[in-house]
């Protein structure tokens, strides 16, 4: 349970710090644009990868260290809002930089995501699943509810530069407690004959296929 609870407490940390960039960033769209549809865009960009993604995801954690790929999200996330950062300093921030960088998050976000979720069951003893499940689900809860107080309370103090660059610290402390912590890999299962890549993309539908029983109404 230690080294889960070091890394929860490192990404506990960047999301909320993500969260807060995130709702700066939504009041300089509004102050910039007040075009409700501009919004939207941002939520849209930012969900569309997943779309992709998530189909190939599971693939990929089963095949790449997750360690790396939650560190991977990091720096992404990390280097999308250093990026932001910089445009908005040098006063050539556009809404497409925004469109690109929430896609950028979205789609690595969405593996960093699912190998955190997957290496929970190494992570903890069994009889702390529901404890650290609750734990998880209060890092977004947390996230959604006070970040924006924050953010909404330092905008006018320190503004998006000020905001981005606290964003940036607690990305700095998500990387220290990934790297302190370890993060054990499943055991791969040896087989006569491995599946290919379409095989473990098409299993789940090919296993709902051959129960019908699945899709009856």
Avoid: C
Avoid at 14 to 19: D, E, F, K, Q
Avoid at 22 to 33: D, H, N, R, Y
Avoid at 134 to 163: D, K
């Amino acid at each position: 349970m230690r080294n889960f609870t070091i890394l929860w407490l490192g990404q506990l940390v960047s999301t909320l710090g993500s969260y807060m960039t995130v709702f700066a960033l939504m009041i300089w769209v509004w102050q910039t644009t007040e075009s409700a549809t501009t919004l939207a865009l941002v939520s849209f960009f930012s969900q569309l990868p997943r779309i992709f993604i998530t189909p190939i995801a599971g693939i990929i954690i089963d095949r790449v260290n997750r360690k790396r790929l939650i560190l991977l999200g990091d720096v992404m996330a990390m280097l999308s809002t250093l990026a932001i950062g910089l445009f908005y300093i040098s006063g050539s921030l556009q809404i497409w930089h925004l469109y690109i960088a929430v896609a950028l998050y979205g789609s690595f976000g969405q593996l960093q995501t699912l190998a955190y979720s997957t290496s929970i069951a190494m992570l903890v003893p069994k009889e702390q699943y529901t404890r650290a499940e609750s734990m998880i689900s209060a890092v977004g809860y947390s996230g959604a509810i006070f970040s924006p107080i924050l953010a909404g309370s330092l905008y006018p103090i320190i503004g998006i530069t000020g905001i981005i660059i606290v964003d940036l610290l607690t990305f700095i402390a998500a990387f220290i407690t990934l790297l302190i912590t370890q993060i054990p890999q499943p055991a791969i299962a040896e087989v006569t004959e491995p599946e290919t890549t379409w095989q473990s993309l098409t299993f789940g539908f090919r296993y709902i296929a051959s129960k019908p029983a699945l899709v009856a109404w």
